[in-house]
């Protein structure tokens, strides 16, 4: 099909994420009509718990939606397509449609002990790894519903009478959506839940009951592309427009990157730092603690997976820079900042703030600047801040790396602060790789669009994708490899710190 001569026809697209809520409305042509985003608050009850408020979420999500709307001057969407924060968990009344609490964030820690307790079950990770593709860790949302059911009467008093809804973000904006009327999810964000048996792409009744989240309380799981439900009593929306694509954010971004066949990664910067190697229609299980992800499900229930590597802080360093400690007032400040100096002059960040992921998966990790001296100042922090991003895509791609056999060639990157060329410039040294990045970076978005579209039936299959997709720029490594290895010496000195504290 020759999509370029096809009548155009607009989709919506919703990105929820870990800080915004981010609508966007797009021509089949990828012309952009309109795009709103709005932030929301953090909430930090206790020392590594984070919550959101989903009432706040919902009313950004209908912001955005409003105003992408009104930029666009829309009088018909074809579809909308979701993509959103995965480990994020949400338990809703499935009558009223009202949060019941706040939604616990995928950075919440409040789980540790008793990932700690199933991690003592002899064998029990093993099984875990084997049926889902994951590790025990409190990222993972599983353990998340156990803990709340556990410690609130008032949702085990809405599961005896059948009113309780549990699910990930894209669950709780599909009900939202629909006035109550789908309670649905999909593989790549029923995969993040340590419950859901990837090969089967069904949730798995022994593991609900090992872990103390029982299935009852999970969505119906529906392939990624393909009608989820339609639009009632949205504000800013029509009613009856089909939701016809969700995805989990960083399988998104693998989309939009136009990452469809095996061997294929990309980088996502976000919050967090999140590398997606395609590895086809088979999952392939790590032997160095990474993970085994759904990529996506299409609507004819073909299955695509792949391997994944998350740090949790990345762009999420630059804002603790930038709002904790105040050496930068802006983000974009940072890239400025960090030029000034041409090292860190033997300083090393680890952003262990909120633990350490893959492949180290220590929850109790802290985060640790060492290596100052009287001679250090703010340029040299700043820059030690992205070089710790960077270092800890590294620790990553080699374990991907030896997961396959074989090194890849190139890594395409996207998110807001692939943007830093600075960030990218030292990705690139320190990975020793090729580094590519697109002309249109916010992936995540555009992975849902495409989603819809598949699931719409506008487009018959990945080739648009492969059409798309344009290079902005190549970041090449020049730094000898001896002194790649030297300061990768270090780093992990540095991580070993972390982890001792």
Known sequence: MDWSKEVKKLILAIDQSTTASKAIVMS????????????????????????HDLNEIWRTVCRSIQKAISQANATQISAIGITNQRETLCFWNKKTLEPIGRAIVWQDRRTAEEC???????????????????LLDPYFSGTKAAWSLKNSSQLRKLRTSKKLACGTIDSFLLAKLTDGKSFKTEPSNASRTLVFDIKKLKFDQELCNDIGAPIDIWPEVSPSMGVFGYTKNVPGL????????????QQAALLGQSCTSEGEA????????????????????????????????????????AIEGSAFIAGAAVQWLRDELQ????????????????????????????????PYWDPHARGLISGITRGTNRAHIARAVLEGIAFQNVDLLSAMEMDLGKKLKFLNVD????????????????????????TIVDTTILGAVFAAGLGAGIWKDFSIIRKVWKLDREFNPKIPDSERKERLKGWRKAVNKTRQA
Not at 122 to 133: L, N, R, S, V
Not at 238 to 249: E, F, K, N
Request: net charge positive.
């Open 266 to 305: 990309k980088c996502t910067f976000g919050t967090g730092a999140f590398l997606l190697l395609n590895t086809g229609d088979k999952p392939v299980m790590s032997k160095h603690r990474l993970l085994t992800t759904v990529a996506w499900q299409t609507k004819e229930g073909k299955a695509t997976y």
């Open 28 to 51: 089949t042509d990828l012309e952009i009509f309109g795009s709103a985003s709005h932030e929301f608050q953090q909430h930090y009850p206790k020392p590594g718990w984070v919550e």
């Open 327 to 358: 050496i930068i007032s802006s983000s974009q400040e940072i890239e400025e900042l960090a030029s000034r100096v041409e090292t860190t002059d033997g300083v090393y960040f680890v952003p262990a703030l909120t633990g350490l992921g893959a």
């Open 238 to 249: 029509v009613d009856g427009i089909p939701i016809t694509g969700m995805l989990g954010d």
């Open 415 to 438: 998110g807001g602060a692939s943007k830093n060329n600075l960030l990218m410039n030292i990705q690139s040294e320190l990975l020793g790789r090729k580094i590519r990045r697109p």
């Open 116 to 134: 700690a307790k199933l991690r003592r079950k002899k064998g029990f990770e093993i099984k875990i790894q084997a049926k889902t593709g994951l």
